[in-house]
Structure formats: structure tokens, C-alpha cells
């Protein structure tokens, strides 16, 4: 079902339409953050993932998470336990998909999740094996299995002071699994309009909002509606304190002026 969007609207399934955009394209990185851990049995989930890897060419980038869309579940029967199982329920899987992707056989006897000698055949392509993401930015649970498992932790876009609290959080959970941070990569998602000046920016935040139906007021508190040049200063203490990806958030109606500002300069100037 589609999300942040009205409910009733069309949504393609996401492994199945992410096979065919792997197909159809040659060097993007593909992947869905993230899928969460209720939908399907972890080693089904890896052998689908392998799948994508090979289609792709080895370019697939995991994303797994715990689970959110009540309604979603509620109607095609999808049992949807308590938050705590389903955290529980995805650093189970997390190890299992990790086992799958690179072990011969696996052997898992966990409190949801039970395999016996299990096979994932053929392994993916890419080496030591495909990147785990873990979505959420719980610091009790989720930071755990980031530190735990994750070869990439992605959350969204927060005011600096508490993102620096969340990397304190993740460093902690590192060093009890003895494990370094710089070893995650770390990605936010962000909301933004862009344009060439202010007058533009607030032009394409407010054709944004006639797109979604709604009054521009309501935006302004999670969209930035800022030029390349602002975007990069405002992304650029993120970058100092070790995040490598920046994920724009481009849901529909579609917005192409943003999206080749964002890649064609905010890109490049934070890679420099």
C-alpha cells in the first residue's frame, strides 16, 4: 500500500518491481529502505535478495526494518506483534540473511525464527556479501543490531545536537560488540525542494504542495525548501561527523527540477 500518501491510491509490490528496475538499469545502486521484517520469512527474503543481486549485476543495497504500516497488515492478515517482537524479530533476521549470504549451510534456532541446514544457492555476487542496511533510530534495540549486524545504518535527517546523541548511543553499542563505527556506513533521508534562488525554491515548494493537496504551511516543518548552495552548507556537519549518503526523499508528483540540482551540485559539492 502506498505510505505517506492516501492509502486507496496503486503501489506495485517492491521486490518484484525492484527486479525489473535492476534490469533495466547499469550502474545505479538499487535496493528498498527498507522492507520490513513482517512480510516475509528471512530466508526467503535471502534468496530473493540474491536473486536481485544477480539480476542486477551485483548492485543490490538490503534494507531491512521493523515494520510500521498497521493497516497494511491488518488487511492482507499479516500478524503485526508488539514493537519489541518485531525489533526482536528483525535482529533474528538480520543474522539469518547475513548467514544465508555467505555461509554453506545455516543453522538457526532463535525465539522466532527456527532453520535447519539451510542452503542459499547461488550466493550473491557481490564479496563478502551484499549490504545489510538496518532502518530506525531506537537507541535501546535498533542502534544494538546496527552495531551488531548492519553494514549500514540509515535514519532521517535530524537537528545536529541530536544526531551527535544518536552517534554516542551507536558508539557505545560498537564497543560492546567490539566493533568500530567507521566500519557502518550511514545514510539520512531527507525532504527538500531546490531552486537555482530563493524565489524558485519557494516556487517549487509550493507547486509541491498543490501536487499533494495540501496548504505549503504544512511542509515547512520537514521539507527544506533551499537553493544548491544552502542545501550543501546545511548537509555538510553531517558529512564532517561521517555520513557518506544522502537519501532524497522523491515521492510523487514528480519533481525533476530538485532532483538534478540535488544530484548535479549538492552532490558533487559534498563530495569535495
Known sequence: MPIQADPTGPCFEGMTLLAAMAAHTERLRCGIIVAGVTYRAPAVLANMAATIDHVSGGRLEFGLGGAWY?????QYGIPFPR????????????????????EPRTTFSGRHYQLQDAMCEPKPLQEPSIPLWIGGSGERVTLRHVAAQADGWNTFLMPVEEFDHKLEVLDGHCQEVGRDRSEI???????????????EAEDQLRARAQGLGVDPDTL????????????TEH????????????LLMARPPMDRRTLELFAGEVAGALRS
Open 235 to 246: 548537509l555538510r556537519p553531517y558529512v564532517d561527523r561521517g555520513v557518506g549518503d544522502f
Open 220 to 231: 515547512r516543518g520537514g521539507m527544506l525548501a533551499m537553493t544548491p548552495e544552502q542545501l
Open 70 to 74: 498497521e493497516l497494511e497488515h491488518n
Open 185 to 199: 556506513r550511514i545514510q539520512l533521508v531527507l525532504q527538500a525542494v531546490l531552486g537555482a534562488d530563493a524565489r
Open 83 to 102: 514493537i519489541g517482537e518485531r525489533l526482536a524479530m528483525m535482529g533474528e533476521a538480520a543474522e539469518i540473511l547475513k548467514s544465508l549470504w555467505t
